[in-house]
């Protein structure tokens, strides 16, 4: 038995005994070895006494530093780096540990292991460094990797980790595979190393050269469900066959009288809410109509448990993966045009300042009598609409300023509050027919797309405020107030760079950040103060607790509007109905480990969509860079780390400057938003001006290398 394997045991086993320790019988038995090992073992623990990893006080060995051990999960393994996501108490703040590649003992996504905390937060407000002691638990998740040409053989790239080697193959599982393909593979033989594991591979996807391989890999790699279970595909069919009966049509508040309409993307199919807006004589009258999704999806359904296990929608490039069938989602809940549909309806009336005076939740029959494209609708507010526009929204025409003037109280009130506005730019990409990346652009958002954003804002505003006021279980959309670190960090850091920093400190509120971003506008450095800031914000997650939303600076927020995409709709609107119909008598003992559920898989389901979106979107932005290697661009600094820096394109492509392609020099990252050369006092900094030549772009890694040309400081 080898000395470190012993050491991993001893530690384990150490840890496991807790703060009192074992002594050396009790180790002995805990071990569980054979006697021959016996001499090695106590040598070792010998030897780990000596180096002082392990203690010894009256006949008991003990880990020192016990509380710096933690168990986890591994959750990202990079080029040179990865993270483990701790188990932790109730009363300590979620976070996940830096390790370094060389420090994860093999360790890769998904397995448990036990870390060492071994370097608490730096002066950037980094995350604390740790090292993997020992694998716990190897997962058995899915491994993608590419297959490469590595001095004349074959061997594999692996995607999930990082090696500075490819891993050697003992198996092709009677696969035809060639040269950059896109594998999926398990380990055979696991080293102490990630380059050391030795692999065989299971599948192939096809040539990493295409975007669409490696996404298909990835939503595989993470389980995203793709397919419907047929069980769940026959309730969707017989629901869409039946249709909307009489009887159901008779037990709703009318509402088809109304001029309503739906407002969206052009190529939105799933449209779960549409609006109604009049004006009056002291105020207005605002009414959000939504799909009225959970009459359909029943609880205990195959519908309803197909949902909680997706929780959400996944949008990737130019394709869906939906959380109910198209037959729900674009069928008999999508508020097509002339057709008339079942809802849930917030009717709410509002003065002319813009307060919510009253509302009321409603079960309604609906007729939407447009389905408007946000482009369609900019037009008809900047006076550019055309005859055939016009026409096609004549029956809600009138509505349209009504709908403008509203919506700028509302965002005014907002900005009143000090609600920080943060500028953040999303990517649009763009496909052909066969799924290949073509162009990415910069999301335009215009007037109309942020007019239905405050009406809905008021109608998840209205739900929240029915959950707390009558002391029901619910689902709250909540946004916890930045840590105390965090703005500290963001205190130091603005004082810095020279920025006025007033109204920054462990107490600041929303209003303190909005004044910030205020007085960033216009400046050379607004780019770099809009990240920071959004860097020191939490991120927004469900709980059924209502501690307010800090970003929007409101003490009730739910999200009552996205039932076809969002779990915690649904979920807020089988709770809403259950209320309309019975009370609140009973809600709390039928509801409350219901709210808890909803809240916990809302939020873990709402991740994995973010990051498959996020990370998907490299593989496009890879796949269309290929195309213009040796091109040059002109962009901006958007982070930087000690290896390099990252660069944002105006179609917002980012890709990395590695610092051997710089000036010969020692770099360093300061104050996080900085890589400074200690030799020469060079730096590069977020928001620096820059020229780019498009070195390299993998797209199977969904990596885009950068040299740089031209560099201006801001």
Known sequence: MRNDAIRKDIVLALFEAGKDGLTDSGLLLALNKEKKDSKKIRSTLDEMVKYRSVGQNKGRYFLKNYKNYYKGEVTKVARSHGFVAPELNENEEPEEFFVRGRDFCGAVPGDKVLVKVIADKDENNRSRTAVVVAVLERSEQLLTGIVVDYNGEI???????????????????????????????????????????????????????????????????????????????????????????????????????????????????????????????????????????????????????????????????????????????????????????????????????????????????????????????????????????????????????????????????????????????????????????????????????????????????????VG?????????????????????????TLTVMGFDAKGINADSKARDLAAVLRRAKGDPREMIINRLTLRTMMKAKYSEEPIGHFGLVMKEYAHFTSPIRRLADLSIHRILTDYLCEGASKMEKKYLRFSQEQSMRASNTEVVAINAERDCEKFYAAEYMKNHVGEQFDGVISGVINSGFFVELPNTVEGRVDTFTLPEGIYEVRNNISLVDTLSGRAYTIGDKVTVTVAAANVGAGLIDFTLEKHEAV
């Open 155 to 465: 061997r594999l790239a692996p995607s999930t980790f990082s090696s500075p080697v490819p891993l050697v193959i003992v198996g092709f599982g009677g696969c035809d595979v060639r040269v950059n393909d896109k594998v999926r593979f398990v380990i055979k033989k696991r080293g102490d190393r990630h380059s050391e594991h030795i692999v065989s591979i299971v599948s192939v996807y096809g040539c990493s050269d295409f975007a669409r391989v490696s996404v298909d890999a990835y939503i595989e790699e993470k389980k995203i469900p793709c397919e419907f279970p047929e069980e769940v595909i026959r309730e969707a069919r017989e629901i869409q066959r039946i249709g909307i009966s009489e009887k159901e049509k008779a037990n709703r508040e009318d509402l088809r009288h109304l001029p309503i309409f739906t407002i969206d993307g052009a190529d939105t199919k799933d449209i779960d809410d549409a609006i109604s807006i009049e004006k009056t004589s002291n105020g207005f009258k605002l009414g959000v109509h939504i799909a009225d999704v959970s009459h359909y999806v029943k609880k205990g359904s195959a519908l309803d448990k197909e949902a909680f296990n997706r929780g959400t929608s996944v949008y990737i490039a130019d394709r869906v993966i939906p959380m109910l069938p198209k037959e729900l989602s674009n069928g008999i809940c999508s508020l097509n045009p002339q057709e008339e549909r079942l809802a849930f309806s917030c009717l709410m009336e509002l003065g002319n300042d813009g307060k919510i005076k009253d509302f009321r939740f409603v079960k309604s029959l609906i007729r939407s009598r447009v389905q408007g494209v946000y482009s369609e609708v900019n037009k008809i507010l900047d006076g550019t609409a055309d005859q055939s526009v016009k026409e096609k929204y004549a029956e809600v025409i009138d509505a349209i300023p009504v709908m403008n003037e509203l919506a700028a109280i509302l965002m005014q009130n907002r900005i009143d509050r000090g609600a920080p506005e943060i500028e953040t730019t999303e990517s649009k990409i763009i496909c052909d027919e066969n799924g290949v990346c073509v162009d990415i652009k910069a999301r335009q958002r215009g007037v109309s797309e942020a007019v239905i954003e405050e009406f809905m804002l008021a109608a998840n505003n209205c739900a929240a405020i």
């Open 468 to 492: 707390m006021e009558k002391h029901i279980p619910f689902v709250y959309r909540i946004h916890e107030a930045p840590s105390v670190e965090k703005l500290m960090a963001l205190q130091e």
